[in-house]
Structures are given as C-alpha cells and as structure tokens.
C-alpha cells in the first residue's frame, strides 16, 4: 500500500508539474498576442490620425469670386491642404502656388487673389501631392 501511494504522489506530482508549465506557457503566449494586438492598435490609430491618406486628393471644395481686375479664390469647406500642394492656373498656364500667398496650410475661409485674370478665362486649382497633379476645382471666369 506504500508503494501505492509513493507512485501516486509522483505521478501527481509530475502532473501538478506538467500543469505548471503548460500555464506558463499558455500566459506566455497570451501575452504575446496582446503585445501584437495593441501594436496593430497603435499603427492604426497613427494612420488614422495623420491628417488623412498619402494616397489621394484631399477632401476640399473651393469657389471664386470675380473681383474688378482679377478672382479671388477661397477655401469654402472639408480638409486644410499643404499650401505648397495647391498649384493654381489660369487656362491651363501655371500662375503660381497657393504658397505664394504666404500660408504653409490652406484652411476653410482661407483666400488667395489672382490679378489679370480676364473674363472668359478658366481658372483651376489642382492639388500636387504624392500621387500627382488631381484637378479640384475648375471655372471659367
């Protein structure tokens, strides 16, 4: 009956030991998915908070306004724009950057004068980003 008992205290030993390790090795591997996860959390949310997609044309609508010797274009609403990306043209010619009017973002309300721009005259405001020249706004004066 000894003996009996000896093999059975090892044998739940041995268990108890087997047991161990597995939970270890289960918190372990617990562990790493949630480093994983909360890494593909994080990259998310820094994609999703950087200003928007690289990837294509910013979200933005514009109108103009004749003046007595020129336009004046503004930003009438959706996403500020890098100045430096907003090319402007006047039937098809470059006139210029919106950075040249002395902004680094053009936001809603912001406004940018194009003098000698004659009546009948298309004027265009196309975004130069990344993924190339997209036209956002087009109208003959």
Known sequence: MAASLGGLRTAATSLAAVVGVAVVLLLVVAGILLAIGTGIGLVGDFLASSGGSTDGPPEATFDLERTDDGVVLTHAGGEPVPAEELSLEVDGEPAGLWADGGVETVTEGE?????DVEAGSLVT?????????????????
Do not use: D, N, S
């Open 125 to 141: 405001v196309r975004w130069i980003g990344e993924a190339g020249g997209v036209e956002l706004h087009a109208e003959t004066v």
């Open 111 to 115: 406004t940018i004068a194009l003098q």
